[in-house]
């Protein structure tokens, strides 16, 4: 009865591929992110989504494509994988209403990327 | 300067004892302030919101100053499973409700 799921959990792969990671909630929230966390434990936010509206975009090189195909739903395709890339990358999702209103994360994609 | 700056550690901490560690951050214009646990090779789950007054949510206590930016959390009677990373968390309304996590302080608890 997994509230945010991602597919998959463990992902290797070599330089220069394209690769796709998937995620889902089943929440009903309306707002879903992109996190990658680095080997530096850092948490850092890469994309928000709001009712399949991108809303945030950080700084994230275009090799990185989100694609939200409904509001439970909210995907990450990345192009010409690097080195670089390998993390892990967690979704998460949050209700629209309420500043003080959490943020629920999936149990992480860890990318190596040799 | 990172918006939000926490002490990495890691705080050795005996059982049953007490423990606190600090968070700045540097936007004044923060309006929600979480502390996350994250486990080892696991996702960061809510610890605690941090409120203006400060609260407390069991042996946990965390406490709000606006006007030197930062927040802080205090552990009592420090049990082996609170041996986690601690995430300070910020987040902005102008930013999209955007939250920006700090690096983590680890906290080991031992026997």
């Known amino acids: 009865d997994t509230a945010v799921s991602q597919t998959p959990k463990y992902l290797v792969t070599q330089m220069g591929n394209d690769k796709s990671i998937k995620c889902e909630q089943n929440?009903?929230?309306?707002?879903m992110y992109w996190y990658k966390q680095d080997s530096k434990k850092f948490l850092k936010i890469m994309f928000s989504?709001?009712?399949?509206?991108?809303?945030i975009n950080e700084t994230v090189p275009n090799r990185f494509s989100p694609k939200s195909p409904d509001k439970a739903h909210l995907n990450l395709h990345i192009n010409s994988l690097e080195l670089g890339d390998s993390a892990v990358y967690f979704c998460?999702?949050?209700?629209?209403?309420?500043?003080?209103?959490?943020?629920?994360f999936g149990p992480g994609t860890r990318l190596l990327v040799l | 300067r990172k918006e939000v700056e926490q002490d990495p550690g890691p705080f050795n901490v005996p059982e049953g004892a007490t423990v606190a560690f600090n968070c700045t951050y540097s936007?004044?214009?923060?309006?929600?302030f979480f502390w996350y646990r994250q486990d080892c090779r696991k996702e960061p789950k809510l610890l605690m919101s941090?409120?203006?007054s400060g609260n407390e949510d069991g042996r946990f206590t965390a406490q709000l100053n606006r006007a030197s930016q930062y927040i802080s959390l205090l552990i009592r009677d420090s049990k082996l499973s609170d041996s986690a990373t601690y995430l300070c968390?910020?987040?902005?309304?102008?930013?999209?409700?955007?939250?920006?996590f700090g690096g983590g302080t680890r906290v080991l608890v031992k026997p």
């Open positions: 936007n004044s214009a923060s309006q929600s």
């Open positions: 929440l009903g929230h309306d707002t």
């Open positions: 968390v910020v987040s902005t309304v102008a930013a999209g409700n955007k939250l920006t």
């Open positions: 989504y709001n009712n399949k509206e991108l809303i």
């Open positions: 998460a999702s949050r209700p629209i209403a309420g500043l003080q209103e959490t943020q629920y």
């Open positions: 941090v409120y203006s």
